[in-house]
C-alpha cells in the first residue's frame, strides 16, 4: 500500500467530530461513518426534537437511525493501528484546538500556514496555491496565520478597515469616515502603519539605547562588585598581618616586662639571702660572745676578771639592723601600675582610631542604598548594643545594669573629675560611637526624658547651649513626656505628634544622613525622621528633667 493510499484511507475513517481515528464506527443512512459515542452525543444534544442530522451534509433523519458497528471499518482501523500509522507525521498537519485551520477544508481542517489579510481568510499549503499561481492573486499580502482576521472587520458595517483615523488613532471602514468620523485627520493604513512604524523604530531605539546603558551599568557594576571583593579581601589580609604585628609587639613587651621582673627578682633574693646569711652568722658570733660575757660575769676572782674582760668584751664589726630600710610590702605594684597605665592609654588609642575606622567604613561607596526598614525585625537586623560612659554621666545619675540604664538621683554620686563629664545638665553619652546603620530602643519611666545622639566633640563644662541635647548644631534631641513628643535641633522646636509609648527606637543611617525615631509598642509609628549630613560619628545619649527616679534604660535586643 502507497503512502498517498494509506493517508487517504487514514483520512476516510477518521471521525470529522473528534478528528481521531474512527472508534467502534457506524455508518448512518447518508453514507456519512463517525465514532459510535460521537454521533450519539451529537444527536444527544440536538434540539430538534424527533429529527436527527449529519454533522457533515446536514441530511435529517426521523425517526433516529438505529446505529450498527461497521465491521469494515473497524478491520481498516485496526489494520492502521497496528501499522503504527495512527501515529505518523502526517497527523501533524491537522489543525488542532490551539492551531489556526484553514478556511477552505470542508472535512478535517488541515493547520493553515498562511493567513491573507486581503481575502481575510487562512489557507493550508494546498488552498494556497492559488495565491502563488493567479496574478490577480498573487498581489494580496500574505502573513503568518493568524485567528484574529476578524479584527480587521468594521464591527458596525462589516467592512474591511483600510484606514486610520489620526485624531482617534484608531482604524475604520470608508463608511465610518462618512459619519463619526466626519472631518477627522484620516491616511491609508498603509500610510498609518508607515508612521507608527517610524514611532516604532524610534522606541526600539530608545529602548535598545537603553539595554545598552543598561548593560553598560551592569559591566562597570560587576567590575565595582570585583573590585570591591580584591580590596576587600587585601585589606582584610593586611589588618590581620597589621594585628598580628600588634599582638606580637604586644607579646614581646610582655615577655621582656616579664623577664626583667624575673631578673629584679632573682638579684633582689639572692642579695637578700646574702644578707640575711650574714646576719645569721652575726647573730651567732653575737650569741657567743653574750656566753663568753655571761661566764665572765660570774668569775669571783677580780683579778682574773680584770684580765679577761679586754679580750672578751672586744666586738667585731656588724651591720646593723637600723641600715636594712623598713617600708611596706610593695615591690613591684608600681611595674602594675605602669603596666595598667600603658593599657588605658593603649585602649584611648584603640578607641579613637576604631573610631575613624569606622568612620572610613562608612563612608566607603556602595553600589545599592538599602531602604530604611519597615517591621521590628528588619530594624532588629541593625540593632546595635548600648553602653553608658560614666566618664560623661553628671553626678546626679546613676548607672546601673552594667551601665545600660540610667537613673536620675537626688543625691550626687562620687564620680571623680573627668574633661568629658557633664557638669550642668543631668546628661550622659554612650561609650560607643555609631556610624553605619544601627538601631537601639531605650525604655523610659517618669515624666521628661530625652532620647538625644550627639557629636563627641560637644561641649561638656557648664550650663550654656552649646551643652544641651538640642540647642545646639551638634546633638539631636526627642522629648518624650507622658502623652506628647517634642524634636530639638540647633535650638529649633519641633512639637510630634504620635501614640504615648514608654519605650521609643532610634534608627540611624550615618551614611545617608537619616535618623529616626519610632513610638515602639505592639507596633511601631514613626514619629520623627531628620534627613541631614552627618560629619563625625555619632553618641546615642539621653538627658533627664530634674525628676527624683526617672530613669532610661537602653534594651538588650535580640
Not at 438505529?66 to 471499518?73: D, E, P, Y
Not at 481498516?76 to 492551531?99: F, S
Request: some cysteine; proline content about 4%.
Amino acid at each position: 500500500m502507497s503512502p498517498n493510499k494509506l493517508k487517504l484511507d487514514e483520512e476516510t475513517i477518521s471521525c470529522s467530530i473528534c478528528l481521531d481515528l474512527l472508534k467502534h464506527p457506524v455508518t448512518i443512512p447518508c453514507g456519512h461513518s463517525y465514532c459510535m459515542n460521537c454521533i450519539k452525543t451529537h444527536w444527544d444534544g440536538e434540539d430538534k426534537k424527533g429529527i436527527h442530522s449529519c454533522p457533515q451534509c446536514r441530511k435529517d433523519f426521523k425517526p433516529r437511525p438505529v446505529l450498527v458497528k461497521s465491521t469494515i471499518l473497524a478491520s481498516l482501523v485496526e489494520e492502521l493501528r497496528k501499522t503504527g500509522l495512527e501515529d505518523a507525521p502526517a497527523d501533524l498537519c491537522y489543525a488542532g484546538p490551539e492551531d489556526v485551520s484553514c478556511d477552505v477544508c470542508t472535512e478535517r481542517k488541515l493547520k493553515a500556514v498562511k493567513s491573507c489579510l486581503v481575502c481575510l481568510a487562512s489557507y493550508c499549503e494546498k488552498h494556497l496555491q492559488p495565491h502563488y499561481e493567479a496574478p490577480p492573486l498573487q498581489k494580496h499580502q500574505l502573513v503568518e496565520p493568524s485567528k484574529k482576521l476578524q479584527e480587521n472587520i468594521c464591527p458596525r458595517h462589516d467592512e474591511v478597515m483600510k484606514i486610520f483615523c489620526r485624531t482617534d488613532q484608531q482604524c475604520i471602514c470608508y463608511l465610518c469616515l462618512m459619519d463619526e468620523h466626519k472631518g477627522h485627520k484620516t491616511v491609508p493604513a498603509t500610510a498609518g502603519r508607515a508612521e507608527k512604524q517610524k514611532e516604532l523604530e524610534a522606541s526600539r531605539q530608545q529602548i535598545q539605547q537603553g539595554i545598552q546603558d543598561r548593560q553598560k551599568d551592569v559591566k562597570l557594576l560587576q567590575q565595582e562588585v570585583e573590585a570591591i571583593n580584591v580590596s576587600a579581601d587585601k585589606t582584610v589580609e593586611d589588618s590581620e598581618k597589621i594585628f598580628n604585628q600588634l599582638i606580637r609587639l604586644i607579646q614581646k613587651r610582655s615577655s621582656d616586662v616579664k623577664h626583667r621582673i624575673k631578673s629584679q627578682q632573682e638579684y633582689e633574693v639572692r642579695r637578700a639571702s646574702k644578707l640575711q646569711e650574714k646576719l645569721e652568722q652575726e647573730i651567732t658570733e653575737l650569741k657567743r660572745k653574750d656566753a663568753e660575757l655571761e661566764q665572765l660575769s660570774h668569775t669571783e676572782d677580780h683579778n682574773q676578771f680584770l684580765h679577761n674582760y679586754p679580750s672578751v668584751s672586744a666586738l667585731s664589726e656588724s651591720t646593723h639592723s637600723s641600715s636594712i630600710k623598713s617600708r611596706p610590702r610593695r615591690h613591684f605594684e608600681d611595674v602594675t601600675a605602669a603596666v595598667e597605665e600603658l593599657r588605658d592609654k593603649l585602649q584611648d588609642v584603640l578607641r579613637d582610631m576604631w573610631t575613624d575606622i569606622s568612620l572610613r567604613l562608612s563612608e566607603e561607596d556602595v553600589l545599592l542604598s538599602e531602604p530604611e526598614p519597615k517591621t521590628r525585625d528588619g530594624f532588629l537586623k541593625y540593632s546595635q548594643e548600648i553602653t553608658l560612659d560614666p566618664n560623661t554621666a553628671h553626678r546626679h545619675l546613676l548607672l546601673s545594669e552594667e551601665d545600660n540604664k540610667a537613673t536620675y538621683m537626688k543625691e550626687q554620686q562620687s564620680y571623680p573629675d573627668h574633661p568629658d563629664r557633664f557638669t550642668y545638665y543631668p546628661q550622659v553619652l554612650s561609650r560607643e560611637s555609631l556610624t553605619g546603620r544601627c538601631y537601639w530602643e531605650v525604655e523610659m519611666s517618669g515624666r521628661g526624658v530625652c532620647v538625644a545622639v550627639a557629636y563627641k566633640d560637644i561641649r561638656r563644662a557648664g550650663g550654656s547651649e552649646d551643652c544641651l541635647f538640642g540647642l545646639n548644631d551638634k546633638s539631636w534631641a526627642l522629648r518624650c513626656e507622658t502623652s506628647s513628643y517634642a524634636f530639638r535641633y540647633n535650638k529649633a522646636f519641633t512639637p510630634v505628634s504620635g501614640p504615648g509609648s514608654s519605650r521609643v527606637g532610634v534608627y540611624q543611617d550615618h551614611r545617608a544622613g537619616v535618623l529616626s525615631f519610632y513610638s515602639v509598642s505592639e507596633t511601631m509609628t514613626l514619629l520623627h525622621r531628620v534627613q541631614t549630613t552627618f560629619t563625625q560619628p555619632l553618641h546615642a545619649g539621653v538627658r533627664f528633667h530634674n525628676t527624683k527616679g526617672n530613669t532610661a534604660q537602653f534594651v538588650q535586643l535580640e
